[in-house]
């Protein structure tokens, strides 16, 4: 059972489980939801439409689907909106705490909190799981309110619930309006690609590699239940750098213009992941490098322009 699961990560996320065989994946969606990236999945797929604040139906879907796995991704992202503080809160706690009363009865596997890299705040150096939470926006908040009411869970009632902290996600099926979206856009329509003057860096991962943690997760619930895992890449790049990379992969160059966009509170120029827990605890590691998620993109905007 998945929620958000219409969304960039999400949607990657039930492609990539159709690939492997599943056949009973359902999803939580809002009437309003827009079902575009699940176009070649949606027949495979079961729907519920219910908003995760009405409990009472919300109760009697859970009960219906019985899921032995919870992939939670559903979010409301306005970062410093001071008018969006009450939608985030309805979305991100509310909505978060009504999903884990509804499935606390049942015997569930896993239960996959997605939280976000924005909780930590700004730090000096690698940000780890056990650092102190110090956000920076309504969002990051909110963010780090679910994740702490999930740990609550995990230990109040034993049950196996995983955070998951991603950083900087791109690939197929992103955003339009995001940083690698964007200037992809530019250089296959030849136009200027607009920059902060900064140094501002980032831990760019790509989505293959956290869906790939998703999966791994799905079989080490209990065995992790109440941990914090980042999905990182543990390497920082500036956006000059991401810039210039995409240039090398696509044999393509347009004007750059620094300074074109402007600098936001929590562009800072040290953005990076400690992954050495999540390497241990799921002996995993990155598998693709900027270069390459960069290079695939940029095939698959390329061939979906639309």
Known sequence: MITGGAGFIGANIVNRLLDLGHKNINLIIKESTDLTRLKN???????????LLDKELLQKIVNKINPSIIIHLATYSQYRNQQAVLPMIESNIKATLNLLNSTRKL??????????????GIKDKPMKESDLLEPISFYAST????TLLCQVFAKEYNKPIVTLRPFSVFGPLEEDERFIPTIIKSVIKNKPIKVTSGKQRRDFIYIDDVVDIYIKIMSNGKRLSGQILNMGTGVEHSNDEVVQKLFKVTGKKVKVEKGAFPKRLWDTSHWVADISKTKKSLKWKPRFTLEYGLKKTYEWSLRNEE
Do not use: H, M, Q, R
């Open 41 to 51: 999945a949606i027949k495979k797929i079961n729907l519920y439409k219910v908003d």
């Open 143 to 146: 963010k780090a309110s679910a």
């Open 107 to 120: 015997n569930y596997d896993v239960f996959i909190n997605t939280g976000s890299s924005s909780e930590y």
